[in-house]
């Protein structure tokens, strides 16, 4: 990455964090609700747009009220909802990008290639011109989340140059992951987008509005970047799924501070008030300049630290189920009476006498 580069994109911007809920595991729905907001905030002014965590469709909050049986045939329906990347759902956010010339990122549950019944908890990242810029599957999933989800992998953990400045994703408790969160900074990162949830199940005495903030003024105050905060509400539709008949249950989903939305600057302040619980859309200056002279204080990827004493290894390498190699002809071949360069699987022609 060219500073100089960096230097000269350094225009201010309108960036807009979505607090909004999906259209609950109805997939087209929600793409079209996506797009609508899309072209709102590009409206407005808005360069970068960021959803919530797993917009499309929507978030398994059965796995903190139910049981894993009852839970089930609720994740074979997510399951059927997700969408395939590439596909034509993701085909359909990214003409809006494109349409509307703004960078979006978005939170999506992907259904793995490989298996019938792998969810990833994935987040798009969309450049202006409608590419597919990144597909980040969250590391770990938290707590009753691994009832629905499989772990990423580090190679998506990435920083991404885009016309808004080098741009980082994290989903949701992500973002507690100091060493994720490192591994972007060291990467140049400057823009960062958390996204997250509505979590009213969390322990009753956990505040998630406060959470949120607190994480995202961190990340920003640490790095000395903007961070954009975009995350979900509850509607009756997930009320009804999550809490069955139980009053006590359709009451705890209705708790308030359970979602926060904003902009935070690299002083770790909101550039504007941040968005509570409510639905709607919050949109913030982001001025890349102001990056800059805070470093000199406290650069943590720069002379505020010590590589000789510490150092991460970050993994790049993509997991996969299976390895497939050559077969390994040379060493197999004599018990089967072959000649070395023949193949063992391969019946042989007798020779010509």
């Known amino acids: 990455m060219s500073m100089q580069r960096v230097l000269e994109d350094l225009t201010p911007f309108t960036a807009a964090a979505v607090q909004a809920a999906p259209v609950y595991l109805d997939t087209s729905a929600t793409v079209d609700k996506a797009v609508a907001l899309i072209h709102e905030a590009a409206g407005k002014g808005a360069r970068l747009i960021a959803f919530p965590e797993v917009f499309v469709p929507g978030y398994p909050y059965w796995n903190w009220t139910l049981n894993p049986v009852q839970g089930s045939p609720w994740y074979e329906q997510l399951y059927r909802s997700a969408i395939d990347v590439p596909g034509p759902h993701v085909d359909t956010l990214r003409a809006a990008a494109a349409a509307t010339q703004t960078t979006v990122v978005i939170g999506v549950n992907e259904r793995g290639a490989h298996s019938l019944g792998v969810l990833y908890n994935t987040v798009l990242t969309i450049g202006p011109d409608g590419s597919l810029l990144g597909v980040h599957r969250k590391l770990v999933p938290t707590w009753a989340e691994k009832l629905t989800w499989t772990g990423g992998d580090g190679s998506s953990v990435r920083v991404h140059q885009t016309p808004v400045g080098p741009l980082g994703v994290l989903a949701c408790g992500e973002n507690t992951n100091t060493l994720a969160r490192f591994a972007l900074l060291a990467q140049g990162e400057l823009v960062h987008v958390a996204n997250y949830i509505s979590l009213p199940v969390a ?139 023949g193949d063992p699987r391969v019946p042989q022609e007798p020779e010509s006498r």
């Open 203 to 341: 322990p009753a005495d956990y505040d998630m509005s406060q959470a949120i903030a607190i994480r995202t003024a961190a990340h920003s105050f640490e790095g000395k970047i903007f961070s954009i905060v975009s995350c979900s509400t509850i509607t009756d539709e997930m009320i009804e799924v999550a809490a069955g008949d139980s009053a006590e249950i359709a009451k705890m989903m209705r708790r308030p501070r359970s979602a926060l939305s904003g902009i935070f600057g690299p002083d770790g302040q909101p550039v504007t008030e941040p968005l509570v619980d409510e639905e709607g859309i919050v949109y913030g200056q982001v001025d890349l300049a102001k990056c800059i002279q805070p470093k000199q204080m406290h650069d943590i990827i720069g002379h505020y630290n010590r590589f000789d004493v510490f150092r991460l290894h970050h993994n790049t390498t993509p997991l996969r189920p299976l390895t497939q190699e050559p077969y390994p002809v040379a060493e197999s071949a004599a018990p089967f009476g072959l000649e070395t360069g």
